[in-house]
């Protein structure tokens, strides 16, 4: 059995069914006969929680792949999938997606962490504002509800 069938075998595939219907399984595992994932047991991927050894050889399997950064790339914005992905652990995508909203949060702060022309710049770049931001926005808006009251 290959991953993609696992997959859908442990979603819960309805009989005479596609059994992909709406899981969302990355193209290259269908696509692809390089994948290391797609020719080996299913149940290598998924080791036990605190198995050590297991997730090290699978890691070590990974990292040979030659998708393994596209299959890491999936499952970094796919954040609920658990086992090895991309040669990567759940903890450590979350940690790697943590990472990647400080960068977000420390260009602001080098910026314009704040104001009113930091909001503007989070929007430039076509990400979500900080808080920090967002406040800066609001009070604005909130004084010209009360000049224009006045």
Avoid at 46 to 66: D, K, M, T, W, Y
Avoid at 96 to 104: D, H, Q, T, V
Avoid at 121 to 148: D, Y
Wanted: proline letters at 6%; hydrophobic letters at 40%; aromatic letters at 6%.
């Amino acid at each position: 059995m290959g991953l993609v069938t696992y997959l859908a075998a442990h979603v819960g595939a309805v009989p005479n069914r596609d059994p992909f219907a709406g899981i969302n399984i990355p193209t290259f595992l269908f696509t692809s006969k390089e994948a290391v994932c797609a020719v080996r047991d299913p149940e290598l991927w998924f080791p036990p929680p605190g198995s050590r050894n297991e997730i090290l050889h699978a890691q070590e399997l990974c990292r040979v792949c030659p998708l393994v950064e596209g299959c890491r790339e999936y499952a970094i914005e796919n954040e609920h999938l658990d086992g090895i992905w991309g040669a990567t652990t759940p903890r450590q995508r979350k940690r790697i997606r943590l990472a990647r909203i400080g960068e977000r949060i420390d260009v602001c702060k080098r910026d314009a962490a704040g104001t009113t022309s930091g909001y503007g710049m989070h929007r430039r770049r076509g990400e979500l504002a900080c808080k920090a931001c967002l406040a800066a926005v609001r009070i604005k808006q909130i004084k010209g509800r009360k000049k224009a009251a006045a």
